[in-house]
């Protein structure tokens, strides 16, 4: 709901307050608001300017020489491109030195050889949004009443200098959808009186029952109908007042009648319709339940089919609008029309939302219906159509109104203790104050030993249990001054368990280095329910499985992980690296729930690393892949006691797979996926592993101990061993650390030699191994006696000899 400050000033007295200030007294009282706008924000020097001639530039066919009075000892000569400038037209004029919207400032120009002193402006220019500029100034300058006077401030005749408060509005508070209705806000929050209209309005001697007969079949969704009669009238421009109200409100003006039922549905919450008599085609107005297959023509030259679902307004024979949403093209209000109909009517929210929403036509009419208009004002809106179509129309209204009533008006009786409220608040607040918060606000009270009855008004349709009149007191109090009170009893602050922490920090490094998350089904089929499993038990099969594909329990991630790769390299996306946490679900006893338990699988193929520029690739490969988890086991501290060991996986390929043990005991594997298996599922190389998170998280991890950058040089030496071909690097490796002792820092693989001088059978290993003391710098001797152990140690235990 936009809110003119002006405007809102009719209603109540808003003297010592600013906009920015009352804005922060309804946020603190309830309702917020999302933003004041201030109209003229930045601009200056745009008076009313009178244009006295106006002849073709002489250089150019599409501009206008204009010579402008605009208030000054001498006119200006004005350069304008605008098609309906003319002679004797009061226009908006942006004089050398003004600022409009943007910055833009004015100066003096030379346009094709002639000088402009000026501007002339639409109101696009002036920061109004094209939509809301009537229709006759939407391709040109606006042009003023001829009664404007010529050096007033432009800005002000047009009520730019205005602010708008945006209302943020919550469903319950439909009241505040009319101009009244946060008039009765403003005046409680502000202890101030409400200014209502009072209609006033002069009829003629015929009665408008001799006009209009009207009749409603469907009670229950149109309870109350009233129809006013106004003949004689002229359409034309409504006042300019009125138009600019409506255009800060947001909505367009078109004419004189039109313009006055959108006005007052903004000030009452009221929507009314008008149609033109003469075309309405009959002298009854009949409300009923559309029929199936009926079509209506809108006032948007759309044509609808209706349902028995919608409610129509007819003429007794044929739909002359769709209730509460919009009016038929055949009795629109036209500018050659003299006499109207004025609707003033209570639909169910209910039926108008039905139409709305199947129509898709969503109104300003159609949104206060929904959510509940006051049945109070209904009539009182009706007689303030007919006063402003007298006022600004010439119109001559009908003696008295037709009415359709069988609404039943009950306003809603509340009681409350005091204690109550304040035991509630937390607050220690009279009954005198709160009957006064209840005067403020207007509603009917009466209090009786700590008991006060509240009888709210049908504007609130929001108050209707005790809790209500709670709020109502609170935020009139001032939630401000509410008292703030600690919770009593002990609390435990919210925390991760180590286990989650250890998941975060999984999940945050595997993202890191590039790999992206999957979420993948629980279920699988038969067929894979067993592939790839860590632990091999009987899968658990679904009571009432979805499909066959989805009937089983999964007991490893890898299977859908695949699937997932299959389905993105069907769609060219080549280069995958995915990874997924989730559960597997073994079997346990019969008749017992399967034990779940976490696992951490990835799959990567494709290209690792691109860089088209400088022309490097780097595929991905088993030692990618390896590196992403030492990476991930150095993060969590578990890197000295994870090792990789030769091994077959069903479906890896043979050559390049290894299982992976965590202090002695199996926890997953690692491998390309087997050559058939990826034939099978359209892959290229692809390279995956598969952890068991439950020994991985739940694994002693030493506290984190700072060590000393050493001060003192270290020693590297190299070997290369000739073994047997079986023989695992890793077992040597384990040799050698176990037997280098304390010197011995750091052992790695940096090279290994199968080639036509080796013996067969035999292949060559070389490690780099580093030693140093952080205490002192190690002389020959002590390395040399540390590297002996070494050597001795590998021959051995493994029957490796010193490579010459």
């Avoid at 199936?292 to 349902?307: H, S």
């Avoid at 709020?471 to 009593?488: F, H, M, N, Q, S």
């Avoid at 691109?610 to 150095?634: R, T």
């Avoid at 000393?708 to 690097?729: G, Q």
Wanted: charged residues 25%; proline residues 4%; hydrophobic residues 40%.
């Amino acid at each position: 709901m936009f809110v003119s400050y002006k405007w809102l000033q009719d209603y109540v007295d808003l003297s010592g307050i600013t906009a920015e200030e009352l804005a922060e007294k309804i946020t603190k009282s309830g309702i917020e608001v999302e933003g004041v706008e201030v109209l003229n924000e930045g601009m200056k020097g745009l008076v009313v300017g009178h244009v006295l001639e106006r002849e073709q530039h002489p250089n150019a066919d599409k501009l206008n020489k204009c010579l402008v009075d605009v208030g000054e000892e001498e006119p200006v000569q004005i350069i304008c491109g605008a098609p309906n400038v003319d002679k004797g037209q009061k226009v908006v004029v942006a004089k050398v030195g003004a600022v409009l919207p943007g910055n833009f400032k004015i100066k003096k120009a030379k346009l094709r050889g002639e000088e402009s002193h000026g501007m002339i402006c639409s109101l696009q220019e002036l920061g109004i949004e094209g939509k809301l500029v009537a229709k006759e100034f939407s391709e040109g300058i606006f042009v003023y009443p001829n009664d404007a006077t010529v050096g007033e401030d432009a800005l002000a005749l047009l009520n730019r200098d205005d602010q708008v408060l945006e209302l943020g509005l919550t469903p319950n508070r439909s009241d505040c959808l009319s101009m009244l209705g946060v008039a009765y806000e403003v005046a409680a929050i502000l202890g101030r009186e409400v200014i209502l209209p009072k209609p006033e309005v002069t009829t003629v001697s015929e009665q408008a029952s001799n006009y209009i007969d009207v009749k409603v079949d469907a009670n229950e969704d149109n309870p109350l109908y009233v129809a006013k009669v106004v003949k004689n009238i002229k359409v034309g421009p409504s006042p300019l007042w009125m138009q600019t109200r409506l255009m800060s409100a947001g909505i367009r003006p078109h004419n004189n009648v039109v313009d006055i039922t959108n006005y007052i549905l903004l000030e009452y919450g009221q929507p009314l319709h008008a149609f033109d008599y003469d075309r309405l085609g009959s002298k009854e107005i009949l409300v009923r339940r559309a029929h199936d297959g009926e079509t209506i023509v809108t006032l948007d030259d759309a044509k609808r089919e209706l349902t028995s679902d919608h409610l129509v307004i007819t003429n007794g024979k044929e739909a002359v609008a769709l209730a509460g949403v919009m009016g038929g093209a055949n009795s629109e209000v036209q500018s050659d029309t003299t006499s109207v109909l004025i609707e003033s009517a209570y639909f169910k929210g209910a039926t108008v939302r039905k139409a709305s929403k199947d129509h898709g036509l969503r109104s300003e009419a159609s949104t206060r219906f929904e959510k509940g208009v006051d049945p109070n004002r209904v009539r009182e809106a009706a007689e303030r159509a007919a006063e402003l179509l007298a006022l600004y129309a010439n119109g001559e209204v009908l003696e008295g109104s037709v009415v359709a009533d069988t609404l039943t008006i009950e306003e809603k009786v509340v009681s409350i203790s005091l204690e109550k409220i304040n035991r509630v608040l937390g607050t220690e607040v009279s009954m005198n104050e709160v009957e006064d918060i209840f005067k403020r606000l207007q509603f009917g009270y009466k209090a009786d030993n700590g008991v006060i009855t509240v009888t709210a008004p049908t504007r609130r349709g929001d108050i209707t249990i005790e809790e209500d009149l709670i709020e109502e007191v609170a935020r009139i109090y001032g939630y401000d001054r509410l008292p703030k009170t600690l919770p009593i009893g002990s609390s435990t602050p919210g925390a991760l368990t180590p286990y989650q922490q250890k998941r975060r920090i999984v999940r945050n490094y595997l993202e890191g280095v590039g790999l992206y998350q999957a979420v993948t089904y629980s279920l699988t089929s038969e067929g894979k329910a067993t592939q790839y499993a860590l632990e091999k038990r009987e899968p658990i099969k679904l009571a009432m499985p979805m499909s066959e594909d989805r009937s089983m329990l999964r007991l490893s991630i890898l299977p859908q992980l695949l699937e997932v790769m299959k389905y993105n390299l069907a769609r060219q996306n080549d280069n995958l690296a995915l990874y997924e946490t989730g559960a597997v679900f073994l079997a346990t006893e019969a008749e017992e729930l399967p034990e779940e338990r976490e696992h951490l699988s990835a799959a990567i193929t494709g290209l690792w690393q691109q860089h088209p520029w400088q022309g490097e690739k780097k595929a991905v490969d088993f030692f990618v892949l390896k590196g992403v988890l030492e990476g991930m086991f150095a993060k969590l501290g578990l890197t000295s006691a994870v090792e990789y060991r030769q091994g077959e996986v069903n479906g890896l390929h043979p050559g390049r797979t290894a299982e992976i043990y965590l202090s002695g005991s199996k926890i997953g594997f690692i491998g390309q996926v087997h050559p058939a298996v990826q034939k099978d599922l359209d892959l290229k190389e692809t390279y995956v592993f598969e952890l068991s998170l439950k020994e991985v998280f739940e694994a002693e991890v030493a506290p984190l101990q700072y060590e000393a950058i050493p001060r003192y040089p270290s020693i590297t030496r190299d070997i290369a061993l000739v073994v047997d071909k079986n023989k695992a690097a890793y077992e040597l490796q384990r040799i050698i650390v176990e037997a280098g002792g304390s010197l011995l820092k750091e052992v790695h693989v940096f090279d290994l030699y199968e080639g036509d001088r080796m013996e067969e059978g035999k292949k060559s290993i070389a490690f780099s191994l580093k030693y140093f003391d952080p205490e002192k710098t190690l002389t020959d001797e002590e390395v040399t006696k540390a590297h002996d152990k070494v050597l001795n140690a590998v021959k051995e235990e493994a029957g490796a000899v010193l490579r010459g």
